[in-house]
């Protein structure tokens, strides 16, 4: 029955049951764990051939020595693929380390303390803002908070940012510098931006300066027969007349083995070149025997796809199964929305306004660890307490059931304790 529509009683039925219900799942004694996304053990083990790789044959296609140092820019044949299916192009796509979230930090870094390609002026000269489309990812809050960058929720709308919300903020602020954004099934909604969103925030009027971190993490991680083609952003944005507007980031975290990977960075010649200057301080070379073995392994687009299908095959089922258990529980007390993703690493739980901090600490007691109330949030602060990332793909399948139906007995109860205020 719909909890909106139940009497004081009959509310009190239902939480008096619910914690009933509640008691037994404390006394079942659990420790399972849906906090952050990482790849199955099963998926880790579709690459194990990359443990033996490259072997004796340590030279890239090209003739490379990849033993030896050098080569900043990553080996043309990875930058080839990823070029690809990140719609950015060789060219234009370096290969990097083993983390894009470091390439991240990185040019927040330099801008900070040297300015962007567009501009002398380091960022750090005055207090300046980003744009963090809400609920996001909490690592990238994470690196703009450590810098001291004033962060502004705008709302992420199934089809990407609210762009009118994003054009008026921007066109009376120069002092906002940057947005963050996952254009492809986003953490933790699993929307993607459309090629229309991405135009107009390309095109809005904003300061020379302002950048998009287009953090194309899960590019090509569908649950669904096939990933969306990329959008050209780098294309749009020169056509647009703002060629250096956006950062493009990539990874094979949670492709090949997460920490492990192979990190990229995309973007116009001018900010290639500024990244490059910046780096060439830190270091005179990627590890390019980790981009060879990933070469000899993944081979082209298509091997990098068809991977993709066989961790599909595994994590599929999950997410189907927590979309089950949602809707199985949560059907008739409409007391919580959620997302359907067709692809990435999550689904976006919204529960009644003033719930989700209570559902996260009633499961914590019960054993079932969920991640921190607040955290999809700039300043972990969910202006509504509504929202909880769900993360499938780590539990096994018996596992995840058990915490998802504890996580749907949690949240009723906390909605029953909301409802009545609680007493
Ligand atoms: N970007 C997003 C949106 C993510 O969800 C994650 C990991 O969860 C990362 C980046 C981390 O990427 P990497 O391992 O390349 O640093």
Known sequence: MNFHSMSVEELRTTRSDLQKRYDELCAAGLDLNLTRGKPGPDQLDLSNEMLSLPGEDFRSPSGTDCRNYGGVTGLPELREIFGELLGTGADRTLALGNASLEVMNDVTVFAMLHGTAD?????????????????????????????????????????????????????????????????????????????DVARKLLAMPAADDFRIYWDNAYAVHTLVERAPEPIPVLDIAEEVGNPNRVYVFGST????????????????????????????????????????????????????????????ALIEPKFK???????????????????????GYFISLDVIEGA????????????????????????????????????????????????????????????????????
Request: hydrophobic share 40%.
């Open 253 to 312: 975290s949670k492709i090949t083995f997460a920490g492990a990977g192979v990190a990229f960075f995309a973007s116009s010649q001018a900010n290639l070149d500024w990244y490059i200057k910046h780096i060439s301080a830190a270091t005179i070379g990627p590890d390019k025997l980790n981009q060879l073995r990933h070469l000899q392994f993944l081979r082209d687009a298509d091997g990098v796809r068809a991977h993709m299908d066989r961790h599909r």
């Open 119 to 195: 501009s002398d002026r380091a960022w750090s000269a005055e207090p300046i803002k980003f744009l963090c489309p809400v609920p996001g990812y909490d690592r990238h809050f994470g690196i703009t908070e450590l810098y001291g960058i004033e962060m502004i929720n705008v709302p992420m709308n199934p089809d990407g940012p609210d762009v009118e919300a994003c054009a008026a903020l921007v066109a009376n602020d120069p002092s906002i510098k940057g947005m963050w954004l996952v254009p492809t099934y986003s953490n933790p909604t699993g929307y993607t931006v459309s090629e």
């Open 356 to 423: 989700a901090a209570r559902t996260i600490e009633l499961a914590e007691k019960a054993g079932i660890s969920l991640t921190a109330a607040g955290s999809a949030f700039p300043y972990k602060k969910d202006p509504h307490d509504r929202n909880i990332r769900l993360a499938p793909t780590f539990p096994p399948i018996d596992e995840l059931r058990t915490a998802m139906d504890g996580v749907a007995t949690c949240a009723l109860l906390g909605a029953t304790e909301v409802l009545l205020g609680d007493e």
């Open 321 to 343: 199964l927590v979309l089950e258990i949602l809707e199985e529980r949560f059907a008739d007390s409409k007391i919580a929305s959620w997302t359907e993703p067709d692809g």
